[in-house]
């Protein structure tokens, strides 16, 4: 089936830089957007920045200005630049894709999550 998997994470600076990939693999899918959702300890998990296949781009108020997203739809990846980064960005940041597969319906699917730090 289809798989995500997310790349990028790690510890940085407040005001550093980090860049995540996520990447779908398998075959006979097409993906409608992507997206990635983050989740920090003791909190829901809340978007962060969504994108459709046609290239249009959604981001929280939080991270406006600082992080932005992008496809590549030739390898089925999403990438999100996070840059101006602060403590209160620190969490398990989740990949995301709303696919559908031959003969079947819509669905999201979801990565195991990457670690980003934020601390001096």
């Known amino acids: 089936q289809v798989q995500l998997v997310e790349s990028g994470g790690g510890l940085v600076q407040p005001g550093g830089s980090l860049r995540l990939s996520c990447a779908a693999s398998?075959?006979?899918?097409?993906?409608?957007?992507m997206g990635w959702y983050r989740q920090a300890p003791g909190k829901q998990r809340e978007s962060v920045a969504t994108?459709?296949?046609?290239?249009?781009?959604n981001y929280a108020d939080s991270v406006k200005g600082r992080f932005t997203i992008s496809t590549d739809n030739t390898s089925n990846t999403v990438v999100l630049q996070m840059n101006s980064l602060k403590p209160e960005d620190a969490a398990v940041y989740y990949c995301?894709?709303?696919?559908?597969?031959?003969?079947?319906?819509?669905?999201?699917?979801w990565g195991q999550g990457t670690q980003v730090a934020v601390s001096s």
């Open positions: 398998g075959s006979g899918f097409s993906i409608y957007a």
């Open positions: 994108i459709t296949s046609g290239g249009s781009p």
């Open positions: 995301t894709a709303e696919l559908i597969v031959a003969g079947g319906d819509p669905y999201e699917c």
